[in-house]
Every structure is written in structure tokens, then in C-alpha cells.
């Protein structure tokens, strides 16, 4: 007997005859477990403090991810996007920048390649 964690709190219990069928949920399980770790990347957001924030898996200062200064960044920032900005969003004084845009900004993703918008 397999039993597969669909989300916290479920389970689903699978009866496999069959060697090939193993396999084949091992595949599927795998796959799940990639595309969902690459979502959970895609998710990420940054800002410019100078601190990493408590209890987050990864480091979340733009700096940091950009690997450019903070001067820099704030003039890509200031930038309108059609001329070479940095997409971001602004929460009172403070900018928060999505892995999405960071990629984008980068050439590693283009605008239509974002999964929000399909």
C-alpha cells in the first residue's frame, strides 16, 4: 500500500499491483514535488532592508538576489518598466520586488512567460 500527503490533513491511499504502476506513480509524485517547488520559488518576494526577515527560507534582500547595490536598484526602481525599470510594487515606503519581476528584469523570463497571466 502507498499512501501519498495530497495537501496537510489528506491523505489518499493507492493499492498498486503491478511493478510498472509503481513506477509510474513514483514518476508522478516526482513531478508534483518539482513543479511544486518551483511554484513555491516563483512565489518568493524581496525588499531593500539591510535584514534578512525571521523565518524566511531564503534571503529576501534585493541587494542580495540582484547582486547590485542599493543606489543602483533604487534608480532601477525609480525607472518606468518600458524603459529598463524594475517592476515592483509599492507597500507605504517600501518596495517589494517578486521573483517573477527579478527574472524579467534579467532576461531569465519574459513578461508573457509569467504563470499569473496564462
Excluded: W
Amino acid at each position: 500500500m502507498l499512501t501519498l500527503q495530497i495537501a496537510p490533513g489528506q491523505n489518499l491511499a493507492v493499492m498498486l499491483s503491478d511493478p510498472a504502476q509503481a513506477e509510474v506513480m513514483a514518476q508522478a509524485a516526482g513531478q508534483f514535488a518539482s513543479e511544486k517547488a518551483k511554484q513555491q520559488e516563483l512565489s518568493r518576494a524581496y525588499h531593500m532592508g539591510a535584514n534578512i526577515t525571521q523565518g524566511c527560507d531564503y534571503d529576501d534582500r534585493l541587494t542580495v538576489r540582484l547582486k547590485m547595490s542599493a543606489d543602483t536598484l533604487y534608480r532601477y526602481l525609480s525607472l518606468p518598466v518600458k524603459d529598463g525599470g524594475l517592476r515592483h510594487r509599492r507597500n507605504g515606503n517600501k518596495y517589494v520586488v517578486s521573483e517573477i519581476a527579478c527574472r524579467e528584469f534579467m532576461g531569465d523570463m519574459t513578461p508573457e512567460a509569467d504563470p499569473k497571466k496564462q
